[in-house]
Structures are given as structure tokens and as C-alpha cells.
């Protein structure tokens, strides 16, 4: 059973705080992808990568960063948080044919208080 | 930039009737038109695909069309259960690119 796993279903942080969000999945996907997700806004792509240490920006990239330094593993980083940044956040991962199913986490509801 | 209009932020229907739900794009055809459902507080899960040279699609008691003329799919869910609540996104993905597109979403609610 393909497994898309978040280090965190919840999380309450401080403004100004570094936070740290974890993604793995074990389907041997080339791209990963964190979307954050609001009432009345739907799914906003933040960043994607396609391959090891591959990044691209989304629509929304701003006070955010990503790592990805093995295939399994992507990590969205907040460097600095504030309140705007509450939200629900969902990691992903798809494979490489155009058909390729996307793979979603159970999500991460951070709080910045 | 290419948009995605879902008919209605909430759609109500009986017990047992049959649910459509909209999407509508804008510019040039995805060549690939993928639906999923969204419970509370839980990720996304992959429905359907249905590509751009395909009319139709059915797996069970889903059915999803895909018109490139109106630049619209409607997805339907046939005797409908209150077990079918939830929201539902369409997605459209494009050969040449690797992020799908999200539409924002319909939720949908079967009352017994």
C-alpha cells in the first residue's frame, strides 16, 4: 500500500519560530510537492521537486524553503513563521508518467500564535 | 495563467439522486482532467482520470466526462449515498509539465 507519511498532525508554533515540516513517502517518486490548503482558497502550490536537490517555486513561495537532500524525503521550512502561516499544509508525491496518480499525506495543521 | 472554477463552494442533494458537479477551465486543454475526494481534515484521494481524447470514464458508480469544446467536466455520482460527503476537487495536469492544477473544490452533501 503506497504511503505518502507527515512528521506532525498538528502543530502550534510562536511567531518568529523556525519550523521544520517532514515529508516521506515510500513509492520511489520523482516529485514530491507541499501545497498549504485554506477555507475558500482550495490547494496553493507552494513549492515542488522533481529530483534530488531539484526545487521549483510555486505560486506561493514567500517566507518559505525546501530541502530535499534524498528521494523519499521532502521538508518544507519556515524560517521565520508569523501568523499568516496557519494553516493546513499537505505534502504529496506522483511518479514520472503524466498519469501518474499524486499521492497525498494526511496533512499537518500548524498554528502560529 | 490557466483558472479552474468549480460549479459552487456546497452542493445539497438527496439520498439516492444522482450528484453533478462542475469544472470548468479557462485557456488551453489539460491533457489530463483528474478527480479526487477530500474528507475533513485528511489529504486528497486520486478518483479519476479521464485524458483529453476521451469522452467519458466510469468505474463503479462514478462517471466523469470531458468536453474540450466547452472546456468543461462534469463528474457525476449515481445513487448517491450519505456516505459520499465530502469535498471533491478536479485537477487538470499537462504532458509537458509536472504539477497538477487544482480547482478549489465542491463540497457535497447527501442527506438520507
Known amino acids: 500500500d503506497v504511503k505518502v507519511t507527515q512528521s506532525s498532525r498538528y502543530l502550534v508554533k510562536r511567531t518568529g519560530e523556525k519550523v521544520f515540516l517532514e515529508c516521506v513517502q515510500d513509492?520511489?517518486?520523482?516529485?514530491m510537492f507541499w501545497y498549504r490548503q485554506d477555507p475558500g482558497l482550495g490547494l496553493r502550490l507552494i513549492y515542488f521537486?522533481?529530483?534530488?536537490?531539484?526545487?521549483e517555486k510555486g505560486d506561493i513561495p514567500e517566507g518559505y524553503s525546501v530541502s530535499r537532500e534524498k528521494k523519499e524525503r521532502f521538508s518544507l521550512i519556515l524560517e521565520s513563521a508569523s501568523t499568516n502561516q496557519t494553516s493546513m499544509y499537505l505534502c504529496?508525491?506522483?511518479?514520472?508518467?503524466?498519469?501518474?496518480?499524486?499521492?497525498f499525506g494526511p496533512g499537518t495543521r500548524l498554528t502560529v500564535l | 495563467s490557466q483558472k479552474i472554477e468549480q460549479n459552487s463552494e456546497a452542493l445539497n442533494i438527496q439520498e439516492g439522486k444522482t450528484a453533478t458537479l462542475t469544472c470548468n477551465y479557462t485557456?488551453?486543454?489539460?491533457?489530463?482532467l483528474q478527480w479526487y475526494r477530500q474528507d475533513p481534515g485528511r489529504g486528497p484521494v486520486f478518483l479519476l482520470l479521464?485524458?483529453?481524447?476521451?469522452k467519458e470514464k466510469r468505474k463503479e458508480r462514478l462517471k466523469v466526462t470531458f468536453d474540450t469544446t466547452l472546456k468543461q467536466s462534469l463528474f457525476h455520482i449515481t445513487a448517491s449515498q450519505p456516505a459520499d460527503s465530502a469535498t471533491y476537487l478536479c485537477?487538470?495536469?499537462?504532458?509537458?509539465?509536472?504539477?497538477?492544477?487544482f480547482g478549489s473544490g465542491t463540497r457535497l452533501s447527501i442527506r438520507p
Open positions: 513509492m520511489d517518486h520523482e516529485n
Open positions: 485537477a487538470l495536469s499537462y504532458s509537458s509539465a509536472s504539477k497538477i492544477i
Open positions: 479521464i485524458r483529453e481524447n476521451e
Open positions: 521537486s522533481y529530483d534530488v536537490k531539484m526545487k
Open positions: 485557456n488551453y486543454s489539460p491533457a489530463y
Open positions: 504529496a508525491s506522483r511518479g514520472q508518467g503524466n498519469t501518474d496518480t499524486q499521492y
